[in-house]
């Protein structure tokens, strides 16, 4: 768990994919990868694919069992289907570019 959480503390925006942002191995990762772009903000990715240890165990540290999934300042914010609904309700920017005054 050490190892997950130093990893997950690694970038204040971290993205744990299938593949590499310039090479997404899914479309799920893919997607994702476009709307953090799109917001011009620096993240960091890993690949699940190169490390089996870590790939299984965050499914159990997160609780979260598919991939991708994304986390902000140590917290998991979820998978695709989360992040679309924040992007579509303007809440993503914010937490995002950390603003999260109202």
């Known amino acids: 768990n050490?190892?997950?959480?130093?990893?997950?503390?690694q970038h204040r925006i971290m993205l744990f994919?299938?593949?590499?942002?310039s090479s997404p191995k899914c479309g799920f990762s893919?997607?994702?990868v476009e709307i953090l772009d799109s917001h011009h903000?620096?993240?960091d990715a890993f690949n699940i694919l190169e490390?089996?240890?870590v790939r299984q165990g965050l499914k159990e540290y997160s609780d979260w069992p598919t991939y991708p999934q994304?986390?902000?300042?140590?917290d998991l914010?979820?998978?695709l289907d989360i992040v679309k609904e924040?992007?579509?309700g303007g809440d993503l920017k914010d937490l995002l570019t950390g603003d999260m005054t109202d």
């Open 70 to 74: 994304l986390y902000v300042e140590g």
């Open 86 to 88: 924040m992007e579509e």
């Open 30 to 32: 893919r997607q994702i």
């Open 41 to 43: 903000v620096s993240y």
């Open 2 to 9: 050490d190892k997950l959480q130093q990893l997950i503390n």
């Open 77 to 79: 914010v979820g998978g």
């Open 17 to 21: 994919m299938k593949g590499i942002p």
């Open 51 to 53: 490390d089996e240890e």
